[in-house]
C-alpha cells in the first residue's frame, strides 16, 4: 500500500479516530482539572469535531469503500453517525447535575460514552462481519462498564452483570453465525455474500439459513426484541439513568443499522425466509413490551418495556423489504431518540440526594407545584404513545404504512391495537402529574446542561412533529445515497 493510499484510508475513519482521541484525553483530564464540568465541555467539543469531519467526508466524497473493502462510508452510515453524535451531546448534558448527586466517576464515564459510540459509528459502516464484530464488542464491553458505574448500589452491579452474562452469549451466536455464512459462502464481506450466494446458488441451503437465524438473534438482543429482551429491564433499572437513556438510543440504533444492512445487502435473496423470523418476532415483541408495561410502577422498567415495544413498531420497516420501509425505520429512530432522552431527563430532574425520583407515586400532583416540567413530560408521554402533532406519530404512521404497502395489513392492525394499550401506562403519568394531590414536596434538580437537552428535545419532538418532511427526505437522500 502507499503512502497516499494509506492516509486516504486513515482520512475516512478521522471521526472515530477523533472520538477515540477525546476519550484518552478526557480521561487524563480527570487527573489534571478539579472543575469536572471542564470535562464534559471537552466531550461535547470533541464530538462536535467528529461531527464536523462526518460532514466534511459525507460533502467532499463519493460513498467509499475503504480498507480492502471492510470499511464502507456512505449515506447510510452517517445519518446513523449523526444519531450516535446528538446521543452523545444529549447524554453528556443530562450528566453533568445526575453525575455529582451520585458522587460518580467523571473521566472515566465520558471516555467510555465516547469508546461505546466508536463502536456503534464501526458497526453502521461495516462493509465486513469481521469489522461489524469488532465494533459490536467495543460497544458492548464499554456499555456493560457504563451499566456498573456506580458500584455502591447493588442493582447497578447486578445490571451490569445480567448484561455482561447475556450479551456474551448473543456475541457467541453472532460468531456463529458468521462462521456458518462464511464456511457456505467462503467470504465475510457483506456484499459479496450476496454474490455469493447467487452464484453458488445457496440461497435455499439450511445451513445459509441457520447462519442467517443466528445474527438475527444477535441483532435482536443488542435492538431488545423479544424474546431476546430478558436483560432489558433490569438494566435499564439498575444503570445511572443517564446510562439508561443512552443505552435506550445508541445500541438499539447501531443494531438497527447493522440489521439494516446485512438483511438487505448479504441476504437481500432470502427476503421471504428472514420475513419468516421477524414476523414473530415483531408480534411478539410489541406484545410483551406492551402488556408487561401496563404492570409497571418503576418509571424506569416501564420506559425499558416501552422501548422494547418501539423496537416491534421499527421492525416493522425492515419487514416491508424496500428502501421505503427502511426509511420509515431510520425516521422512527432519529425521533425516539429525541422523545425517549427527554423522558429520562425528566426522570433525572427528580433525581436529589436520598431521593430518586423513578417510582410513579413521585409524580403525583407534580403539575401543582412544576407544572413547566410536567408540560414537558406530557409532550413526551404523548409522542410516546403516539399521539398528533406530536413527533411520535409520524414516526409510527410511517412505519404501519410501510406495513400496509407491503401487504401485511395484519402487522398494522396489531401495530395500531397495541398503539391503544400503551395509551394506559403512558397516560397514566400524566394523570398522576394532573389529576392526583402531591404525596410530598418535590424538589426538581436543575442546571444550564439539563434544561437545554430538555429544550432541545421538547422543540424537536414538536417540530418533526408538525414538520416531517424535513426529515423524512434527509432520511430517504442518506439511505438512496
Known amino acids: 500500500m502507499d503512502m497516499a493510499n494509506y492516509l486516504f484510508e486513515m482520512t475516512m475513519i478521522m471521526p472515530e479516530i477523533t472520538l477515540i482521541c477525546v476519550g ?55 445519518f446513523f453517525k449523526l444519531i450516535f453524535y446528538i446521543n452523545i451531546i444529549l447524554t453528556i448534558c443530562i450528566s453533568l447535575k445526575y453525575m455529582t448527586i451520585e458522587k460518580s466517576s467523571f473521566g472515566e464515564y465520558y471516555a467510555l460514552i465516547l469508546f461505546a459510540t466508536t463502536g456503534m459509528m464501526f458497526m453502521a459502516s461495516a462493509a465486513d462481519l469481521i469489522i461489524l464484530y469488532l465494533g459490536l464488542e467495543l460497544m458492548a464491553l464499554s456499555t456493560y462498564i457504563l451499566a456498573g458505574l456506580i458500584r455502591k448500589q447493588p442493582r447497578s452491579n447486578e445490571a451490569a452483570l445480567k448484561y455482561f452474562f447475556l450479551g456474551a452469549f448473543s456475541s457467541a451466536f453472532l460468531l456463529y453465525g458468521i462462521s456458518l455464512t462464511y464456511g457456505m459462502t467462503g467470504t465475510t464481506n457483506i456484499k459479496e455474500i450476496a454474490v455469493a450466494l447467487q452464484s453458488l446458488n ?11 437465524i443466528f445474527m438475527i438473534v444477535a441483532f435482536g438482543f443488542k435492538i431488545a426484541l423479544a424474546p431476546f429482551h430478558m436483560w432489558a429491564p433490569d438494566v435499564y433499572e439498575g444503570a445511572p439513568t443517564s446510562i439508561t437513556a443512552f443505552m435506550s438510543v445508541g445500541p438499539k440504533a447501531a443494531g438497527f443499522a447493522v440489521m439494516g444492512r446485512v438483511l438487505f445487502e448479504s441476504f437481500g435473496a432470502m427476503q421471504l425466509q428472514w420475513n419468516s423470523i421477524l414476523i414473530p418476532i415483531a408480534v411478539i415483541t410489541i406484545a410483551v413490551g406492551s402488556i408487561i408495561a401496563l404492570a409497571q410502577t418503576n418509571i424506569k422498567r416501564m420506559l425499558a418495556y416501552s422501548s422494547i415495544a418501539h ?50 407515586e413521585d409524580y403525583m400532583g407534580l403539575a401543582k407545584k412544576h407544572p413547566v416540567t410536567s ?41 395500531v391495537m397495541f398503539s391503544v394499550v400503551s395509551a394506559f401506562f403512558y397516560l397514566r403519568i400524566v394523570m398522576y402529574m394532573y389529576m392526583k394531590d402531591p404525596k410530598e414536596e418535590v424538589t426538581l434538580t436543575s442546571s444550564s446542561s439539563l434544561n437545554f437537552a430538555l429544550a432541545v428535545t421538547t422543540a424537536m419532538v414538536i417540530i418533526l412533529g408538525v414538520f416531517p418532511s424535513f426529515l423524512l427526505n434527509l432520511v430517504r437522500s442518506s439511505i438512496a445515497g
Not at 463519493?62 to 456512505?74: C, S, T, W, Y
Not at 422512527?332 to 436520598?354: D, K
Open 24 to 78: 484518552l484525553i478526557l480521561l487524563l483530564l480527570d487527573l489534571a482539572v478539579k472543575k469536572k464540568e471542564v470535562i464534559a465541555v471537552v466531550g461535547i467539543a470533541g464530538t462536535l469535531v467528529a461531527l464536523y469531519a462526518t460532514y466534511k467526508l459525507y460533502i467532499f466524497n463519493q460513498p467509499q469503500n475503504v480498507f480492502a473493502g471492510m470499511f464502507v462510508l456512505d449515506g447510510y452510515s452517517n
Open 202 to 212: 445457496i440461497v435455499d441451503n439450511p445451513i445459509v439459513f441457520l447462519g442467517m
Open 311 to 360: 423496537a416491534g413498531y421499527m421492525l416493522l420497516g425492515i419487514i416491508a423489504g424496500t428502501a421505503d420501509g427502511l426509511t420509515s425505520t431510520v425516521n422512527y429512530l432519529m425521533i425516539y431518540m429525541f422523545m425517549n432522552v427527554g423522558a429520562f431527563a425528566v426522570v433525572i430532574s427528580l433525581r436529589r440526594e436520598g431521593f430518586q425520583g423513578e417510582n410513579l
Open 375 to 415: 408540560a414537558l413530560m406530557l409532550v413526551f408521554m404523548f409522542s410516546l404513545t403516539g399521539i398528533p402533532p406530536t413527533a411520535g406519530f409520524i414516526g409510527k404512521f410511517y412505519v404501519i404504512m410501510e406495513a400496509v404497502n407491503s401487504g401485511h395489513m395484519y402487522l398494522a392492525i396489531i401495530a
